[in-house]
């Protein structure tokens, strides 16, 4: 019988296949009991930092994974262009 962490990095690792992009890159690994998604820009000439997000063991055995999960990545891809941003109005200007 596998170990429930292996099993839920599988599943992870099924959905995350059926989503393609052509700047970033995605992966997970186990971590803990629960997994740990990871997305990085596919052009590491680009100055971008890898964004990691944590998925609960409650988040990995819900019986909608696969609409939580897309719902989760969702959200992490606009944190994570966000935080791409290196001047906003609300920067403070150097003087």
Same mark, same amino acid.
């Given at each position: ?7 839920? %990095?599988?599943? !992870?690792?099924?959905? %995350? ?9 995605? =992966? ?6 629960? !997994?740990? !998604?990871?997305?990085?820009?596919? =052009? ?9 997000? #944590?998925?609960?063991?409650?988040? %990995?055995?819900?019986? #909608? ?6 719902? #989760?990545?969702? =959200?992490?891809?606009? =944190? ?16």
């Amino acid at each position: 019988m596998p170990e429930p962490e292996n099993s839920r %990095l599988q599943r !992870v690792l099924r959905q %995350l296949a059926r989503y393609d992009h052509p700047l970033l890159a995605f =992966d997970a690994r186990a971590s803990g009991s629960g !997994v740990e !998604v990871i997305i990085r820009f596919k =052009d590491p000439s680009i100055p971008a930092h890898t964004y990691l997000f #944590q998925m609960h063991p409650r988040d %990995l055995d819900h019986p #909608q994974f696969e609409w939580t999960f897309q719902r #989760q990545l969702y =959200d992490c891809l606009h =944190d994570y262009l966000i935080e791409m941003f290196t001047r906003t109005p609300q920067s403070r200007e150097r003087c």
